[in-house]
């Protein structure tokens, strides 16, 4: 099970920093990340770590303002999302990918809303 926590209302220029807790998952053997799906747009990777070899992936719009990190121990995966824009606002969503299968697992939407 995944569930993701940590969404709300920030101003432009905040922080905000969500968390997915990923119960009976071993992050050695998946992708874990976050996509969102903004108004009106399609759903969209946001950033992804290996849970293999810690490799990270950034979309453009969200590199040097978003950061992806995980704990294997707490089985948890966090966005720190700094310098939010209002374009960041959007339901985000955790994910995790089995490396060989590529079976998806996803979490509930959490809403972040950045006012301008």
């Known amino acids: 099970q995944l569930q993701a926590s940590g969404g709300g209302l920030a101003q432009a220029g905040g922080s905000l920093r969500l968390s997915c807790t990923a119960s009976g998952f071993t992050f050695d053997d998946y992708a874990i990340g976050w996509f969102r799906q903004r108004p009106g747009k399609q759903h969209e990777g946001v950033s992804c770590i290996s849970g293999r070899d810690g490799t990270t992936y950034y979309a453009d719009s969200v590199k040097g303002r978003f950061t992806i990190a995980y704990d294997n121990a707490k089985k948890s995966v966090f966005l720190q999302m700094n310098s939010l824009k209002s374009e960041d606002t959007a339901v985000y969503y955790c994910?995790?990918?089995?490396?060989?299968?590529?079976?998806?697992?996803w979490g509930q939407g959490t809403q972040v809303t950045v006012s301008s």
């Open positions: 994910n995790l990918r089995h490396l060989r299968s590529q079976l998806d697992y």
